[in-house]
Nanobody
Framework: VQLQACGGGLVQAGGSLRLSCAASGRTVSNNAMGWFRQTPGKEREFVAGISWNGSITSYSSSVKGRFTISRDNAKNTMYLQMNSLKPDDTAVYYC?????????????????WGQGTQVTVSS
């Protein structure tokens, strides 16, 4: 499966962005999916995950209450609504499809990765 992330950009602190991750090549409707982010010199970190049918979601403590993950299996697409953005949210955001049906924050369980989209939050 190929994953294409988009929707990143430059936004002021307190603003919002919506990221999308479109899958092609095969359906991901049976797979949990997730968003990770990475800044230079740091390890990639888990942001949010969603189960195959959207019934279970998981968030890192740093984004819980501000970000919302969702998916539309009919469109083979996952989303990340990011509100109340902070400069610390600045990173390259990656989407990924897991080998599991329920979300996990463990990178090794994700087998397909998108190319990343840059999110920059100015103060």
């Amino acid at each position: 499966v190929q994953l294409q992330a988009c929707g990143g950009g430059l936004v002021q602190a307190g603003g919002s962005l919506r990221l999308s991750c479109a899958a092609s090549g095969r359906t991901v409707s049976n797979n949990a999916m997730g968003w990770f982010r990475q800044t230079p010199g740091k390890e990639r970190e888990f942001v949010a995950g969603i189960s195959w049918n959207g019934s279970i979601t998981s968030y890192s403590s740093s984004v819980k209450g501000r970000f919302t993950i969702s998916r539309d299996n009919a469109k083979n697409t996952m989303y990340l609504q990011m509100n109340s953005l902070k400069p610390d949210d600045t990173a390259v955001y990656y989407c990924a499809a897991a080998r599991t049906a329920v979300p996990t924050d463990v990178m090794n369980y994700y087998r397909s990765w998108g190319q990343g989209t840059q999110v920059t939050v100015s103060s």
